[in-house]
């Protein structure tokens, strides 16, 4: 994607929000996962994160995470598979003895012409990845999460305004925020609040992954900047959401660079001009 993706280091300034915090990050070999480990890190926050494939991505994220000198861990797994979940979990609390911060990002879409030629392999995969394996790592975290802790889904804008063959993704998505909903209402007695974060159309591989690739410049335009957010815009919503400071912040789900501003423009216009007045 032109221009490339963004993972500024001067995004998030190092002022100590999450010093001594231990954040999992799933999901953050590449694009806005990336940005969060990264953003967390120079916040003072020791990093563990997930990736699936090769380490060369993932080597990225952690040569970035490396430069805030915090420390870091880099596990591979399959997150189709339930039981690794738990596995990962056990492996960062053994690591660092503890975990402040999970951030489910990994998410997996696939489009389609027609819904019946949807394999029933993929569409095992979108339930899995963005719902199924989700649960278990906050049930996994749960266990070990003190209060003041933070557990942030990334959804998506699929699950409110979704587009054309994505109905298995963008459902996934709509019970991710609802599940999220509901889980901040339990976790509020263990004072661990629940939030999500819709990035909309932010800049990612998942974008040029799933789509035709004469689609993918005109992605963004009809946001108020006319363009996709890059990893590092999106990545400080994640630390305000984390920051434990931020204790009345919890079951929303954050929207980002929609375009709501022109929308409501429009109407304000539409009314003025019935009343012939000029903005």
Request: net charge positive; hydrophobic share 40%.
């Given at each position: 994607?032109?221009p490339?993706?963004?993972?500024s280091?001067?995004a998030?300034?190092?002022?100590?929000?999450?010093r001594?915090?231990v954040?999992?990050?799933?999901?953050a070999?590449?694009?806005?996962?990336?940005?969060?480990?990264?953003?967390?890190?120079?916040?003072g926050?020791?990093?563990?994160?997930?990736?699936?494939?090769?380490y060369?991505?993932?080597?990225?994220?952690a040569?970035?995470?490396?430069?805030?000198?915090?420390s870091?861990?880099?596990?591979k797994?399959?997150?189709?598979?339930?039981?690794?979940?738990?596995d990962?979990?056990?492996?960062?609390?053994?690591?660092?003895?503890?975990?402040?911060?999970l951030?489910?990002n990994?998410?997996?879409q696939q489009?389609y012409?027609a819904?019946?030629?949807?394999?029933?392999?993929?569409?095992?995969?979108?339930?899995n990845?963005?719902?199924?394996?989700?649960?278990?790592?906050c049930?996994a975290?749960?266990?070990?999460?003190?209060p003041?802790?933070s557990i942030?889904?990334?959804?998506?804008?699929e699950?409110?305004?979704?587009?054309?063959?994505?109905?298995p993704?963008a459902?996934a998505?709509?019970?991710?925020?609802?599940?999220t909903?509901?889980?901040?209402?339990?976790?509020?007695?263990?004072?661990?609040?629940?939030?999500g974060?819709?990035?909309?159309l932010?800049?990612?591989?998942l974008?040029?992954?799933?789509?035709?690739t004469?689609?993918?410049?005109?992605?963004?335009?009809?946001?108020?900047?006319?363009?996709?957010?890059?990893p590092a815009e999106?990545?400080?919503?994640?630390?305000?959401?984390?920051y434990?400071?931020?204790?009345?912040?919890?079951?929303e789900i954050?929207d980002?660079?929609?375009?709501?501003?022109?929308?409501s423009?429009?109407?304000?216009?539409n009314?003025a001009?019935?009343?012939?007045?000029?903005?």
């Amino acid at each position: 994607m032109e221009p490339s993706f963004g993972y500024s280091k001067s995004a998030c300034k190092r002022s100590g929000k999450l010093r001594g915090c231990v954040a999992l990050i799933t999901g953050a070999d590449n694009g806005i996962g990336r940005a969060i480990a990264v953003a967390y890190a120079r916040e003072g926050a020791n990093i563990a994160f997930t990736y699936q494939k090769g380490y060369t991505d993932a080597a990225v994220t952690a040569d970035m995470i490396r430069d805030s000198r915090t420390s870091m861990m880099a596990l591979k797994m399959d997150q189709t598979k339930r039981h690794a979940c738990e596995d990962v979990i056990r492996q960062v609390v053994e690591t660092f003895g503890h975990i402040d911060i999970l951030v489910n990002n990994t998410a997996y879409q696939q489009t389609y012409s027609a819904l019946e030629e949807l394999a029933d392999d993929e569409l095992e995969r979108i339930s899995n990845t963005n719902i199924a394996d989700t649960v278990e790592f906050c049930r996994a975290a749960l266990k070990h999460l003190p209060p003041g802790g933070s557990i942030i889904n990334t959804t998506s804008i699929e699950a409110v305004k979704p587009g054309n063959s994505l109905a298995p993704y963008a459902a996934a998505k709509a019970t991710l925020a609802n599940f999220t909903a509901t889980l901040a209402k339990e976790a509020l007695g263990r004072g661990v609040k629940v939030n999500g974060v819709a990035p909309y159309l932010a800049k990612k591989p998942l974008i040029p992954s799933a789509f035709p690739t004469d689609n993918v410049p005109h992605f963004g335009v009809n946001t108020l900047f006319d363009r996709t957010a890059q990893p590092a815009e999106v990545a400080p919503i994640f630390v305000l959401l984390a920051y434990r400071a931020a204790s009345f912040f919890t079951g929303e789900i954050y929207d980002m660079t929609r375009d709501q501003f022109r929308k409501s423009l429009t109407l304000s216009r539409n009314i003025a001009r019935r009343f012939q007045t000029k903005l």
